[in-house]
């Protein structure tokens, strides 16, 4: 919980800092003798302005959070919150996940809010189609509902619609040039991913806790990592003479199969208690 204070309150001194500036530009801007260097502090006072509104968003988040853990530090029967749960109900949703892909769009890690947004970005993964893979690789805003997610993807949407959800939307995670990965939210509140929130939320994450050097430890609170997956893949190659792509399928194809995450087989294939033919 002081962790989560201490964001909170380090995002809204940023953002101070932001306004302080965007306020210098704009007081340079009327002093600008120039119509060109007008032009040139009026676009830096609304990029610092642009950045102190992320700082707040993202201080928001961190209260939020904060106010949430200390809930929970009353009466501790119940599951420590998730930082993700935040990000869900700022996206208008109680289910929403975050994952972030590598160069050739796998998926590298997975940040979930509860155990549906898990399920439903384990099948993405297992299935190797989806709306997040769609918006990482298209870099566009995803959505559908009803018989459409079953007609774009015909053995996501079916699976999804077991899992009780109807609808589904994902926006890419990324600066100009650059997509890391996509936000998910699964049956959000009417007219909420049709608006800024949701793509304002995306940038957020990727602004101030995604694209950072020193990353956010608290937005990956239960995240799974696929590095295990990777290793096993890469052992499965070794033992069968095959493509590491190929050897990656088998795992998926197996954990699907058996109804399983595709880490659980991983684990048991690098602990050699199973050997994929």
Known sequence: MASAEQKASGARALAEHETDSAERH???AGRATTEAGRDVHLRMARAHRSTADCHLASARLHEDYASRLAGWAVGTSTPRPLFMTVVAAACGTTSAALTLV??????????ASDEPARAA?????????????????EVRAVTASGPVMSDRWPGYGPALTELGIEEVSAVPLGMVGTCVGALTVFDAAPRTTGTDTFASVADVLT??????PEGDPELFGGTDLRALVHQAAGMVAV????PVADALELIKARAFADGVSAHSVAGRIVRGELRLE
Request: aromatic residues 4%; negative net charge.
């Open 207 to 212: 602004r101030t806790m995604i694209l950072t």
């Open 26 to 28: 704009e007081r340079l």
């Open 121 to 137: 970005q384990e099948l993405e993964f297992l299935l190797g189609e989806g709306p997040a893979r769609d918006a990482t690789r």
């Open 102 to 111: 590598g160069a050739t769009f796998d998926q590298l890690s997975l940040a």
């Open 239 to 242: 033992q069968l003479d095959c």
